[in-house]
Protein backbone atom coordinates (compact mmCIF):
# COMPACT_ATOMS: atom_id res chain seq x y z
CA UNK A 1 0.00 0.00 0.00
CA UNK A 2 1.18 3.36 -0.71
CA UNK A 3 0.84 7.13 0.51
CA UNK A 4 0.74 10.27 -0.54
CA UNK A 5 3.40 12.31 0.58
CA UNK A 6 3.11 15.77 -0.06
CA UNK A 7 1.60 18.43 -2.78
CA UNK A 8 4.91 16.87 -5.09
CA UNK A 9 2.97 13.57 -4.97
CA UNK A 10 5.61 11.97 -4.03
CA UNK A 11 4.69 8.14 -2.80
CA UNK A 12 6.23 6.77 0.19
CA UNK A 13 5.54 3.11 1.33
CA UNK A 14 4.37 2.41 4.92
CA UNK A 15 6.82 0.39 5.22
CA UNK A 16 9.19 2.16 4.50
CA UNK A 17 7.79 5.04 6.79
CA UNK A 18 7.95 2.22 9.53
CA UNK A 19 11.25 1.07 9.53
CA UNK A 20 12.94 4.43 8.84
CA UNK A 21 15.27 6.06 11.40
CA UNK A 22 14.88 9.14 12.66
CA UNK A 23 17.29 11.79 12.27
CA UNK A 24 19.46 12.73 14.55
CA UNK A 25 18.71 16.50 16.41
CA UNK A 26 21.99 17.46 16.75
CA UNK A 27 24.17 15.83 13.49
CA UNK A 28 27.29 17.22 15.08
CA UNK A 29 26.98 15.50 18.33
CA UNK A 30 29.66 12.99 17.44
CA UNK A 31 32.03 15.69 16.47
CA UNK A 32 31.21 17.41 19.93
CA UNK A 33 32.11 13.76 21.35
CA UNK A 34 35.44 13.07 19.32
CA UNK A 35 36.39 16.43 20.03
CA UNK A 36 35.71 16.14 24.16
CA UNK A 37 37.75 12.73 23.80
CA UNK A 38 40.61 14.29 22.23
CA UNK A 39 40.75 17.47 25.16
CA UNK A 40 40.81 14.61 27.51
CA UNK A 41 43.93 12.57 25.72
CA UNK A 42 45.88 16.04 25.41
CA UNK A 43 45.09 16.83 29.03
CA UNK A 44 45.92 13.66 30.38
CA UNK A 45 49.42 14.16 27.87
CA UNK A 46 49.96 16.74 29.15
CA UNK A 47 49.86 15.93 32.85
CA UNK A 48 52.36 12.80 32.06
CA UNK A 49 54.77 14.84 30.42
CA UNK A 50 55.17 17.16 33.07
CA UNK A 51 55.38 14.18 35.79
CA UNK A 52 58.39 13.07 33.60
CA UNK A 53 60.08 16.48 33.49
CA UNK A 54 60.01 16.90 37.53
CA UNK A 55 61.49 13.01 37.94
CA UNK A 56 63.76 13.53 35.32
CA UNK A 57 65.05 16.75 36.96
CA UNK A 58 64.68 16.08 40.17
CA UNK A 59 67.14 12.42 39.30
CA UNK A 60 69.08 14.88 37.26
CA UNK A 61 69.71 17.60 39.59
CA UNK A 62 70.25 15.17 42.51
CA UNK A 63 73.18 13.52 40.76
CA UNK A 64 74.74 16.42 38.95
CA UNK A 65 73.34 19.62 40.41
CA UNK A 66 71.12 22.63 40.47
CA UNK A 67 72.32 23.73 37.15
CA UNK A 68 71.97 20.63 35.33
CA UNK A 69 70.91 21.74 31.26
CA UNK A 70 67.19 21.96 30.11
CA UNK A 71 68.40 19.56 27.19
CA UNK A 72 69.70 16.70 29.32
CA UNK A 73 66.17 16.84 31.31
CA UNK A 74 64.22 17.10 28.14
CA UNK A 75 66.22 14.26 26.77
CA UNK A 76 65.81 11.96 29.81
CA UNK A 77 62.33 12.83 30.59
CA UNK A 78 61.35 11.45 26.50
CA UNK A 79 60.22 14.63 25.38
CA UNK A 80 61.50 17.91 23.37
CA UNK A 81 63.38 20.99 24.82
CA UNK A 82 59.98 23.09 23.64
CA UNK A 83 57.95 20.82 25.89
CA UNK A 84 60.15 21.08 28.91
CA UNK A 85 59.79 25.23 28.41
CA UNK A 86 55.87 25.06 28.04
CA UNK A 87 55.61 23.27 31.45
CA UNK A 88 58.37 25.43 32.62
CA UNK A 89 59.49 29.05 31.15
CA UNK A 90 62.54 29.60 33.22
CA UNK A 91 64.59 27.01 35.33
CA UNK A 92 63.56 28.96 38.57
CA UNK A 93 60.11 27.81 37.94
CA UNK A 94 61.11 24.16 37.56
CA UNK A 95 62.93 24.84 40.82
CA UNK A 96 59.32 26.09 42.44
CA UNK A 97 57.37 23.22 41.17
CA UNK A 98 60.14 20.59 42.49
CA UNK A 99 60.47 22.39 46.04
CA UNK A 100 56.66 22.70 45.90
CA UNK A 101 56.10 18.53 45.93
CA UNK A 102 58.83 18.07 47.81
CA UNK A 103 57.83 20.08 50.61
CA UNK A 104 53.80 18.67 50.45
CA UNK A 105 55.56 15.20 50.33
CA UNK A 106 57.23 15.74 53.42
CA UNK A 107 54.11 17.27 54.97
CA UNK A 108 52.45 13.74 54.25
CA UNK A 109 55.16 12.19 55.78
CA UNK A 110 55.56 14.42 59.24
CA UNK A 111 50.90 13.86 59.05
CA UNK A 112 51.68 10.23 58.62
CA UNK A 113 54.12 9.93 61.11
CA UNK A 114 52.17 11.97 64.07
CA UNK A 115 49.60 9.61 63.19
CA UNK A 116 51.08 6.15 64.52
CA UNK A 117 49.73 5.37 67.91
CA UNK A 118 53.49 3.90 69.09
CA UNK A 119 55.51 6.62 69.16
CA UNK A 120 58.65 4.74 68.37
CA UNK A 121 57.02 3.68 65.27
CA UNK A 122 56.21 6.52 64.04
CA UNK A 123 59.93 8.07 64.98
CA UNK A 124 61.26 5.14 63.14
CA UNK A 125 59.35 5.64 60.07
CA UNK A 126 60.00 9.38 59.41
CA UNK A 127 63.21 8.85 60.41
CA UNK A 128 64.03 6.42 58.14
CA UNK A 129 61.97 7.87 55.00
CA UNK A 130 63.60 11.33 55.61
CA UNK A 131 66.75 9.42 55.37
CA UNK A 132 65.76 7.90 51.90
CA UNK A 133 64.98 11.08 51.20
CA UNK A 134 67.89 13.40 51.99
CA UNK A 135 70.17 10.34 50.17
CA UNK A 136 68.22 10.59 46.78
CA UNK A 137 68.36 14.64 46.89
CA UNK A 138 72.25 14.40 46.85
CA UNK A 139 73.60 17.97 45.74
CA UNK A 140 70.53 19.27 44.99
CA UNK A 141 68.70 19.49 48.35
CA UNK A 142 72.24 21.12 49.48
CA UNK A 143 72.52 23.64 46.87
CA UNK A 144 68.84 24.99 47.06
CA UNK A 145 69.10 25.44 49.78
CA UNK A 146 71.86 27.49 50.16
CA UNK A 147 70.31 29.34 47.43
CA UNK A 148 66.28 30.14 49.05
CA UNK A 149 67.64 30.06 52.78
CA UNK A 150 63.84 31.15 53.24
CA UNK A 151 62.55 28.34 52.15
CA UNK A 152 64.40 25.79 54.30
CA UNK A 153 63.49 28.02 57.17
CA UNK A 154 59.51 27.18 56.56
CA UNK A 155 60.35 23.34 56.08
CA UNK A 156 62.67 22.95 58.65
CA UNK A 157 60.34 24.37 61.54
CA UNK A 158 57.93 21.91 60.42
CA UNK A 159 60.41 19.06 60.57
CA UNK A 160 61.68 20.06 64.01
CA UNK A 161 58.35 20.68 65.48
CA UNK A 162 57.33 16.86 64.67
CA UNK A 163 60.36 15.53 65.45
CA UNK A 164 60.15 16.94 68.86
CA UNK A 165 56.54 15.57 69.35
CA UNK A 166 57.42 12.43 68.68
CA UNK A 167 60.66 12.46 70.78
CA UNK A 168 58.73 14.06 73.61
CA UNK A 169 55.76 10.65 73.16
CA UNK A 170 58.42 7.94 73.29
CA UNK A 171 60.35 9.68 76.04
CA UNK A 172 63.53 9.85 74.43
CA UNK A 173 66.18 13.14 74.52
CA UNK A 174 64.57 16.08 72.28
CA UNK A 175 67.88 16.24 70.60
CA UNK A 176 66.55 17.71 67.59
CA UNK A 177 69.32 19.38 66.19
CA UNK A 178 71.85 16.69 66.32
CA UNK A 179 68.73 14.72 64.38
CA UNK A 180 68.71 17.09 61.72
CA UNK A 181 72.54 17.57 61.40
CA UNK A 182 73.20 13.89 61.05
CA UNK A 183 70.42 13.27 58.70
CA UNK A 184 71.35 16.48 56.73
CA UNK A 185 75.21 15.08 56.56
CA UNK A 186 73.65 12.13 54.28
CA UNK A 187 72.61 13.95 51.60
CA UNK A 188 75.25 13.34 48.24
CA UNK A 189 77.55 11.32 51.17
CA UNK A 190 75.66 8.08 51.70
CA UNK A 191 73.86 5.69 49.70
CA UNK A 192 70.74 4.33 51.14
CA UNK A 193 71.86 1.15 52.72
CA UNK A 194 73.78 2.87 54.97
CA UNK A 195 71.60 5.48 55.81
CA UNK A 196 69.10 3.26 56.79
CA UNK A 197 71.80 1.11 59.02
CA UNK A 198 72.81 4.47 60.43
CA UNK A 199 68.86 5.44 61.51
CA UNK A 200 68.72 2.15 62.92
CA UNK A 201 71.69 2.95 65.05
CA UNK A 202 70.70 6.07 65.49
CA UNK A 203 67.18 4.40 67.36
CA UNK A 204 68.60 1.71 69.29
CA UNK A 205 70.93 5.00 70.90
CA UNK A 206 67.60 6.87 71.53
CA UNK A 207 66.03 3.87 72.95
CA UNK A 208 68.90 3.07 75.62
CA UNK A 209 69.04 6.83 76.73
CA UNK A 210 64.84 6.63 77.02
CA UNK A 211 65.53 3.77 79.10
CA UNK A 212 67.92 5.19 81.33
CA UNK A 213 65.31 8.04 82.18
CA UNK A 214 63.00 5.85 83.10
CA UNK A 215 65.06 4.46 85.33
CA UNK A 216 65.13 6.33 88.67
CA UNK A 217 68.44 7.54 89.73
CA UNK A 218 70.14 5.10 92.59
CA UNK A 219 70.35 7.99 94.91
CA UNK A 220 66.53 8.47 94.89
CA UNK A 221 65.50 4.85 95.26
CA UNK A 222 62.71 4.30 98.01
CA UNK A 223 65.50 2.03 99.99
CA UNK A 224 67.68 5.24 100.22
CA UNK A 225 65.60 8.07 100.64
CA UNK A 226 64.91 6.69 104.03
CA UNK A 227 61.79 7.73 106.37
Request: proline residues 4%; glycine residues 10%.
Amino acid sequence: MRSSCGEAGLDVRRSDLANSRPARVCPEEDDVRAIGTTASRIRADTARNRRRILASAGRLIGERGIDVGTAIVAREAGVGVATVYRHFPTRQDLLDALYAGAFAGHQNLFAEALAHDEPWRGLEFLLRRIAILRVRSGRCGAEFSARHPERLAGYREIEERCLAELLTRAGAPTAVGDLISLLDGLAGHSDETTAQRLVGHVLRGLMIAASERSVPSPARTAGDRGP
